[in-house]
């Protein structure tokens, strides 16, 4: 079964600065999807950014950026220049390629909860 | 503003209370989701449906009953719940279950205490 780890509960960073967040998963598939959510008090689930795991080049999306390390299971968010609005539990998530049973499932890391310093 | 639209965000009930939460999409997503989530941990599948059908019950204890009365709709029916239940529920949609590298689309939640 595919397990997805967030090594660090809580994270904080000065405003304007880089932070990254760690996300590593275990599948024994070669095609899958990653994602990484962001949960702001507000409480909506958002997301931030998605990779096909057959795609060699990093996702981007604005400020947010992801170092996907296939080879080591690895799916780290580098957030640039951090802003009062960017704190928020973030989760990584796993999702297999496979569209039968509980492969449909979303699999969720335990979370990472960003505090940004003015 | 959220695409997928849930009501009511706050639901205060007794034990024996019968209520139901709504979740609404109007973006053409076939595939509908219920969430609960504890404080501070993620979101734990309950329910899937696709194509307004019921594909995926995470063994959820049969005072949650679900139901898909059309494409954009989704319902959670509750009754006789218990103060574990108290949660944050969420809903989600995504574009279908063929569709496997579309994201899921949440809404805000509904905040559930059980009295």
């Known amino acids: 079964a595919q397990t997805v780890t967030q090594s660090q509960p809580e994270m904080s960073v000065q405003e304007a600065e880089t932070v990254t967040l760690s996300c590593t998963y275990d599948?024994?598939?070669?095609?899958?999807?990653l994602f990484w959510y962001k949960q702001p008090p507000s409480r909506q689930m958002i997301l931030v950014i998605r990779?096909?795991?057959?795609k060699q080049q990093n996702a981007t999306e604005n400020r947010f950026s992801v170092n996907f390390q296939k080879a080591a299971k690895s799916f780290s968010l580098k957030i640039s220049d951090s802003q009062l609005g960017d704190a928020a539990m973030y989760f990584c998530?796993?999702?297999?390629?496979?569209?039968?049973?509980?492969?449909?499932?979303?699999?969720w890391g335990l979370g990472t909860s960003l505090a940004v310093n003015p | 503003d959220t695409e997928v639209t849930q009501t009511p965000k706050h639901l205060v009930m007794g034990m024996t209370n019968k209520k139901s939460l709504k979740c609404e999409q109007h973006?053409?997503?076939?595939?509908m989701y219920w969430y609960k989530q504890k404080a501070k941990k993620p979101p734990e599948l309950m329910f899937v449906?696709?194509?307004?059908?019921?594909?995926i019950n995470e063994s959820v204890p049969s005072r949650f009953s679900p139901e898909c009365p059309n494409s954009s709709l989704l319902n959670l029916h509750l009754h006789a719940l218990q103060p574990e239940d108290s949660a944050l529920y969420l809903c989600?949609?995504?574009?279908?279950?063929?569709?496997?590298?579309?994201?899921?689309?949440f809404g805000d939640g509904t905040r559930l205490s059980i009295l």
């Open positions: 989600a949609s995504s574009q279908g279950a063929t569709a496997l590298n579309q994201p899921q689309h």
């Open positions: 973006m053409g997503h076939r595939a």
């Open positions: 449906y696709s194509y307004e059908k019921l594909s």
């Open positions: 599948t024994s598939e070669s095609d899958y999807y």
């Open positions: 990779q096909e795991a057959y």
């Open positions: 998530a796993y999702r297999s390629y496979l569209n039968a049973g509980n492969n449909r499932k979303l699999i």
